[in-house]
């Protein structure tokens, strides 16, 4: 065993935040038009979706939802950024499935449907080991932290507040606010 493995014991974790899947539709799709599109009715549709190898949870958890509904979804494209994906939804290569925090991107030219949250929400997680951190990672834990809890309160998103609040943090520390 590589003695550089860390046990899980020694790794902290913080909930950063939560979010939920969507289903991201290039405008022109036949299936944007409809008020109700579910991911079954996706079953015959060329995918768009991140690789496995960048996001093995996301990416078996598109595959569980897809075949829990009855097909494998047919990838015709991988991205490697989750901008990537929805731009080429929006020109049309395919459909994807989104966190549902994405759903402000290329807003005109793709139309989201939310999936349920209930089986598909889930956290996103800041890990860090269970040892002294440093001055800057302390401060990006406590900005962390706080974003989440304003998140929540607000009910926006995380990277918002984010934006909101890191001038305040930066003058904190004696750095500049823009």
Known sequence: MDSRLLSLAAVLNLGVTTDRLAIALPTAHPLAKQ???TLSDLASEPFVMWPAVEGRGFHH???QLCTADGFVPKVVQEAH???GVLALVAVEIGV???PASMTGFR???IVYYPLDAESTGFTLFLCHRDEP???TAQNFMQLS???QKLSHEHKSGIGQIAIEILP???RRQGGKSD
């Open 35 to 37: 008020n109700d599109t």
């Open 61 to 63: 958890r598109v595959i």
């Open 81 to 83: 950024q989750m901008h």
């Open 96 to 98: 994807a499935i989104v």
């Open 107 to 109: 807003a005109e030219e």
């Open 133 to 135: 951190l440093s001055a």
């Open 145 to 147: 932290h706080d974003s």
């Open 168 to 170: 305040f943090y930066s």
